[in-house]
């Protein structure tokens, strides 16, 4: 092979790099007519060619690279990755079986083969495969990465850290496997090892904008909300373009409690990258939450003027706004116009249905739900939007959808038996609760309002009284499912599986919320689950003894946003140790109270078993 060949070939690897496929494709081409069945270009023709959208032409360009260097299984390698990524799985792994015929100790074909079974979930041939890679090459990390993935999935998170540390052992600077460590001991909620290993991934180099948004939360979770907040700062400093980032340090600096400017570091960010949408909307989104709906119209201008892209979800922040100031009708005839233009994008049309409802569109509403409910029938947000449509058109239907007396469902929880009473395993939980709540303040972004909130997770902790109360909460559970109906017609009935074991209970989430002195729930919904719940563990004297509805929980009336003046369809009275599990689609919020006493309850959302 000549220089000149040589260089070329390497000018079309750089194109290859840089995204440009079209490009390489047509060197490759020019290559070819030089040096006709060159493997090389050939196989550089083919990812070109796949690059750029030509599978057809990619496919032949494999098959001709094969051809031409027979028994070499880098050519087959590629191609059976461009079938896996087709789907193709059988003619990849017909490739591979192939390739490993040809080089049966080549570490990189026994990891291709894991990886085609990790994508069709065949979890033990992919063990058996990337445990014979981590022998041929011990020293590679990204197949230690594959195994522990391999191991998690399989539900062996033991096994997971295990291989981790294994592959760390072999290579102790490689960075991604610290940090897939450390999010393997922050999901077994191991938070300041979490938080080291973070830490220590950092300092070799990985340093990504997800590494400081988990380092963060670790930190939080483990009790310290000051270098939590330092840590997302540092974060937001190095990568002030990345919107996830940016809500996570508002989000803690709102709950550090400390009076500042929360949205400082977002405001300078918009500045510095104006053309960046996802930073303007999560900047919009964040003001609306911390009261600042006044200055939203102007943010939205400054965007346009410093040449934002006028996404839909601009689009819609801006006609919301409108609706704000009183543009009610404007805002509706905006939203029509965003939701005909982007008839596939359901942010839009979740605000569309919103914004009819508020104009009490009530007919428009409930169409505009039901032709997309065709689409998604389980969206719990067009669920609770449609239901509110038939409640304001004195709908029948409504009845079906929303049965308040048979999906409202309070089930009494049983105490341990190694407790004497139900009221001292109560106490004990609520002393344990307390102190999980390390935020000074309600959190931005949930229906919180004059309390706190715990992470998400609050089952995998490893305090022995809440693993118990997840097996108290899975017997109560599976015993109440098996007393509802199954109706493959209905939109949560149809979903009840009647699991015929506690443990195959799906929770999506759990966590605990502590409520103060006039504290409560606003009305909202819970638009990933299917049940929900809320456990009552500690409650004020003023509520258990009170004649009132003080701290009680209603449900059907709607979010406060959306401006209807309707009563609720039931109020329940909480009482210590009852669960009340209702649909995830519900309108639900908990009614103010008065109290030197906190009102503690655990929360979480079930999926359908599978």
Not at 25 to 54: F, I, K, T, Y
Not at 290 to 300: D, N
Not at 351 to 358: C, E, G, V
Not at 437 to 450: L, T
Request: proline share 6%; with cysteine.
């Amino acid at each position: 092979m000549n220089p000149n060949y040589r260089q070329a070939l390497q000018q079309a690897h750089q194109m290859l790099r840089a995204g440009k496929g079209a490009d390489c494709a047509r060197l490759c081409q020019q290559l070819l007519q030089q040096m006709p069945g060159e493997a090389n270009a050939l196989q550089l023709l083919a990812l070109g060619q796949q690059q750029s959208g030509d599978l057809v032409g990619a496919d032949g360009s494999f098959r001709a690279a094969i051809a031409a260097s027979p028994g070499q299984p880098q050519a087959m390698l590629a191609y059976a990755t461009f079938l896996r990524n087709q789907g193709r799985f059988a003619e990849a792994q017909d490739q591979l079986q192939q390739a490993l015929a040809g080089a049966p100790n080549s570490p990189e074909v026994w990891q291709a083969l894991a990886r085609l079974h990790y994508q069709q979930e065949s979890w033990q041939e992919a063990q058996r495969c990337i445990t014979k890679a981590t022998e041929l090459a011990p020293q590679a990390p990204p197949l230690w990465e594959l195994a522990a993935a391999i191991a998690q999935k399989q539900g062996d998170v033991a096994q997971a850290l295990a291989l981790c540390r294994q592959g760390i052992g072999h290579n102790p600077k490689a960075s991604r496997l610290h940090y897939s460590l450390a999010q393997l001991l922050r999901q077994e909620c191991d938070f300041v090892e979490a938080a080291a290993a973070y830490e220590q991934a950092l300092k070799l180099g990985f340093d990504q904008p997800d590494l400081y948004r988990n380092r963060a939360e670790a930190l939080l979770d483990a009790g310290d909300i000051e270098a939590a907040l330092a840590c997302a700062n540092t974060g937001v400093e190095r990568f002030p373009g990345h919107p996830l980032l940016q809500r996570t340090a508002a989000q803690l600096s709102f709950s550090s409690g400390a009076q500042r400017d929360h949205l400082e570091k977002l405001r300078a960010a918009v500045k510095r990258e104006p053309r960046n949408p996802a930073l303007w909307q999560t900047l919009v989104q964040l003001m609306k939450r911390l009261g600042e709906e006044s200055r939203v119209e102007e943010t939205l201008r400054d965007a346009q003027r410093l040449g934002c892209p006028e996404t839909p979800s601009l689009q819609v922040l801006g006609a919301l706004d409108m609706a704000q100031r009183g543009e009610k009708s404007e805002a509706l005839n905006r939203l029509e116009q965003i939701s005909l233009a982007n008839p596939d994008d359901s942010y839009v049309q979740h605000y569309y249905a919103m914004q009819l409802l508020r104009c009490k569109e009530a007919e428009r509403a409930e169409s505009l739900c039901a032709q997309w409910l065709l689409k998604a029938p389980f969206d719990q947000t067009l669920l609770a939007y449609r239901g509110t449509a038939l409640q304001l058109l004195g709908d029948p239907r409504e009845d079906w959808l929303l049965d308040y007396q048979r999906m409202v469902v309070p089930v009494e929880v049983p105490a341990p038996p190694e407790y004497a009473t139900r009221e001292a395993y109560f106490a004990e939980l609520t002393r344990v609760l307390e102190g999980l709540h390390h935020s000074n303040a309600q959190p931005i972004e949930q229906s919180v309002r004059g309390g706190t909130q715990t992470n998400g997770f609050l089952f995998r902790l490893k305090e022995s009284l809440l693993r118990g109360l997840e097996t108290q909460l899975q017997l109560a559970i599976a015993s109440a499912l098996q007393t509802m109906p199954t109706d493959e017609d209905h939109p949560f009935w149809c979903r009840n599986t009647r699991p015929q074991r506690a443990r195959d209970l799906r929770m999506a989430g759990a966590w605990s919320v502590r409520l103060r002195d006039q504290g409560y729930h606003a009305n909202h919904i819970h638009p990933e689950g299917w049940v929900s719940s809320a456990l009552y563990i500690s409650l004020p004297d003023e509520v258990q003894q009170g004649e009132g509805t003080e701290g009680h929980i209603q449900f059907g009336t709607p979010m406060i946003e959306l401006g209807l003046d309707l009563a609720p369809r039931r109020v329940v009275k909480p009482v210590v140790g009852t669960l009340v599990l209702f649909p995830s689609y519900m309108w639900h919020g908990t009614l103010p109270f008065h109290s030197h006493q906190p009102r503690i309850t655990v929360a979480f959302d079930l999926l359908p078993g599978a």
